[in-house]
């Protein structure tokens, strides 16, 4: 049996060549091999149906399994160049729940959040398989972020603790989202102990890419948790564990990056670029936020900047305007949205009142205050003097209505 390659495949279908990819990529056509970046396929393979068409929807199992065992598709290698989200999307057809789910993650990260609300909703109603369930369940939890919908917020964490686990595997990736929905605001309490020491051997192979970009959210919350004295670690203080981080989350970027995940090297990056920025290292952070840029903006990522907008924004605004200075105009109102919303929900589940109305300066401000600094180190870490450093400490008081000790459960 001889092989042909992806052109002369695509001339014998009436395809294009990034189709054809894609089929190979997703596992639809039997017997394609990769060798190195080039994929050969059997001359006597046969199509893949179009679920598009009557023919396919026919043809087609009425509940096929998704094509990557993982909590998120989109942070899986089916997502592997920029700039093809939607081809990518397109080429799932044959999968409905799949396509459904995977245009819904992109549809989260550009900030549509009703079409995300509406897909999460529908999954979740026909009671779909488990990584499904489990990826819809997450995907509203991130809706009620958005809409700061505690009722929302809680419905989300049981459809993830009802999806039909069939094995410890499927239970452990049901543990991880399940914390991972707490790590969103920032809650380190409900990880499983063994994926705190970083071991992600309970998981399947393909959600990796998600466990990994979860983990080091997990060491940054962590590290801040530390820094602000809200968490208490025997003989780590300060910014001490916030300054190692770099060790362990460079790695992971490195891995993300070889093994053609652009979502979660996204993720992993301005994750990092946090961690640095809080350290004082600005220009390992904005070199960090440019290659997140570069991942983002070819397929209009908007929501996914806006959420580190929080931690970033002075910095990706400087990066990000310059560049593109409408992009930057959306992922500026999109990050309001977030930041109301996070806020508020975040602020419930806390039992405080969290506050919006920071300047980005005075938030960072208190920020460095939380940690500890005192006001000749933030004025040096900021480039302020000391005295605008007292006023806007003045600033954050009279909002918050909170002591320089109490900053961070406001922030």
């Known amino acids: 049996m001889g092989f042909l390659s992806i052109e002369k495949i695509a001339d014998k279908w009436g395809l294009s060549k990034r189709s054809v990819q894609l089929l190979c990529a997703g596992g639809r056509i039997e017997g394609a091999k990769k060798f190195g970046r080039s994929w050969m396929i059997p001359e006597d393979a046969k199509r893949p149906l179009d679920g598009r068409s009557r023919e396919g929807r026919l043809g087609l199992e009425e509940d096929m399994p998704l094509p990557r065992k993982t909590p ?63 990826s ?99 003989g780590v ?78 910095l990706i605004e400087s990066r990000l305007s310059p560049l593109d200075a409408e992009a930057w105009a959306k992922v500026n109102k999109l990050y309001k949205t977030y930041n109301e919303g996070w806020s508020r929900l975040s602020g419930i589940v806390r039992g405080k009142t969290l506050i919006t109305t920071l300047t980005p300066k005075q938030r960072e401000v208190a920020k460095l205050a939380s940690f500890g600094m005192t006001n000749k180190e933030i004025a040096a870490a900021l480039g302020m003097s000391v005295a605008g450093v007292k006023q806007a400490l003045l600033a954050v008081t009279d909002k918050t209505g909170a002591s320089r000790e109490n900053f961070a459960a406001f922030l």
């Open 72 to 134: 998120f598709l989109y942070m899986s290698d089916l997502y592997s160049e920029t700039g093809v989200a939607d081809d990518i999307g397109a080429s799932l057809s044959y999968n409905h729940e799949a396509r459904i789910l995977f245009e819904a993650e992109v549809a989260y990260s550009r900030g549509e959040i009703d079409r995300v609300y509406e897909s999460a909703s529908y999954l979740l109603s026909k009671h779909s398989g488990f990584y499904a369930v489990i």
């Open 136 to 234: 819809a369940g997450m995907l509203l939890a991130m809706c009620a972020i958005w809409k700061g919908d505690i009722e929302m917020w809680r419905k989300a964490k049981i459809h993830i603790a009802e999806a039909p686990a069939k094995s410890d595997t499927d239970r452990d990736v049901m543990l991880l989202a399940i914390s991972a929905v707490d790590i969103m605001l920032y809650n380190v309490d409900n990880f499983p102990e063994w994926f705190k020491t970083g071991c992600f051997e309970p998981l399947p192979n393909d959600s990796l890419p998600a466990a990994k970009v979860y983990y080091a959210k997990y060491l940054y919350a962590t590290a801040y948790a530390i820094a602000t004295g809200a968490y208490k670690l025997e």
């Open 237 to 314: 203080q300060g910014l001490s564990l916030m300054q190692m981080l770099p060790n362990t989350v460079e790695p992971l970027i490195s891995w993300a990056k070889s093994s053609g995940t652009v979502i979660a090297e996204a993720y992993l990056r301005l994750t990092c670029a946090a961690i640095y920025h809080n350290c004082g290292k600005s220009e390992r952070a904005i070199n960090h936020i440019d290659r997140a840029i570069e991942l983002t903006l070819p397929d209009g990522l908007y929501g996914l900047l806006a959420e580190y907008c929080r931690i970033l924004g002075p």
